[in-house]
């Protein structure tokens, strides 16, 4: 499975957008970009998933290049509620075994 | 609530003890993964189950841990003669039978040994 890099932490105030970028340079053709979303004593929450270009749900667009090596998580209007660790992981097919790296601390400001 | 359920919450034992944790998945899925998470890290794979059949374990995985999941549904989680070290958050996920479905977690069981 590809190595993902994402920033250990990132800070933004409340109405912002922010952009989360993951590299996965040695991503698979097969492979899916994944990210989770993971508040204090709660297991990760499926955010968003995509192969390539764009995909948007009611919480968050994911944008992903066309080599891609990497992936753009964009939550947009951010509240504190959104202050979490957020995860990227590459996805293969099979049985998907899920490896997280330590996240991207998020923390959201008044 | 429809998610993945997990029994207990919260778990506090003495070194040596024997500990069992329950999972009950999303009820249509028949992927069944169990995860350990220590403090600051990300969630790791410790085994996955299709059905009841067990497919894949981690070296995470010593002798003194055995999971089942008898008739497809629920799982439990068995830890014997537990150490310091097995303090840890443990997160189980369920997905649906179909390539690239999302692994749903539930809130994990964090056991403390004392």
């Known amino acids: 499975l590809a190595k993902t890099t994402q920033p250990i932490s990132m800070d933004s105030y409340e109405g912002q957008e922010v952009n989360i970028t993951c590299s996965h340079n040695n991503i698979a053709t097969n492979d899916y970009i994944t990210w989770y979303q993971q508040f204090p004593s709660q297991g990760p929450r499926f955010i968003i998933q995509g192969y390539k270009t764009k995909v948007t749900n009611e919480v968050a667009s994911l944008f992903i290049p066309a080599d891609r090596k990497s992936s753009t998580l964009s939550l947009p209007r951010v509240s504190l509620s959104d202050t979490a660790v957020y995860y990227c992981?590459?996805?293969?097919?099979?049985?998907?075994?899920?490896?997280f790296g330590t996240g991207t601390r998020l923390l959201v400001s008044p | 609530d429809t998610g993945v359920s997990q029994d207990p919450r919260h778990k506090i034992t003495k070194r040596g003890q024997n500990v069992t944790f329950r999972c009950d998945p999303i009820s249509e899925h028949n992927r069944l993964y169990w995860y350990r998470q220590t403090l600051g890290q990300g969630p790791e794979f410790l085994t996955y189950?299709?059905?009841?059949?067990?497919?894949?374990k981690s070296r995470l995985l010593s002798d003194r841990f055995s999971a089942e999941r008898p008739k497809g549904s629920f799982s439990t989680l068995e830890i014997q003669r537990t150490e310091q070290g097995d303090s840890a958050m443990y997160l189980c996920a369920s997905s649906a039978g179909t390539d690239n479905q999302p692994q749903h977690f539930g809130d994990g069981t964090r056991l403390s040994i004392l």
């Open positions: 992981l590459v996805v293969g097919t099979g049985f998907q075994k899920l490896v």
């Open positions: 189950f299709q059905n009841e059949a067990q497919l894949e």
